[in-house]
């Protein structure tokens, strides 16, 4: 069953941060919205910000990297690689916030199928527990449930077929 309800759990004492989510999309709708940058553009991170691409490999060893831009002219710039071949069975990779260089976090996004669509299960473990409680701190939940509510509006949108 879906519900559009994002959970992000952060247990205290640990490095882990744990986000679920339910989409009524299927799964290979659901990894193109995570693998292809035009599709990336439209949903990650809230809605004040405008993400612009800069690099985008998704593949064994590739690079990504991306700036949210605030209407102020302000950026936030963000990069990582891709470790594994990224699949609908998954995605594994490195995160790191450029204004806090250092704190790498190791992701892995699973993309499972559920009753009329995709259940996507986040996991990330940080350097430190120090390391994810500054990540829980910088607002990261908020942006990653806006987020989420562009991506379930982008996905409907794309699943809805053209009159």
Do not use: N
């Amino acid at each position: 069953m879906v519900t559009a309800t994002t959970h992000v759990t952060a247990e205290p004492g640990t490095p882990f941060i744990e986000i679920t989510r339910d989409f009524a999309a299927p799964v290979d709708l659901l990894y193109r919205a995570h693998t292809e940058p035009d599709l990336l553009a439209q949903w990650l991170g809230p809605r004040r910000y405008t993400m612009v691409v800069d690099q985008y490999e998704c593949r064994d060893g590739g690079v990504y990297r991306y700036a949210h831009r605030g209407a102020d002219g302000v950026e936030h710039r963000f990069r990582g690689v891709f470790h594994g071949t990224p699949s609908v069975g998954g995605i594994t990779q490195t995160f790191e916030y450029e204004g806090w260089p250092g704190h790498v976090s190791l992701e892995t996004l699973h993309f499972e199928p559920i009753e009329g669509g995709t259940r996507l299960r986040i996991k990330a473990v940080h350097q430190s527990v120090e390391d994810r409680d500054g990540m829980v701190a910088s607002g990261m939940e908020d942006g990653v449930r806006e987020g989420y509510e562009r991506l379930d509006e982008l996905v409907t949108g794309l699943a809805t077929p053209a009159r």
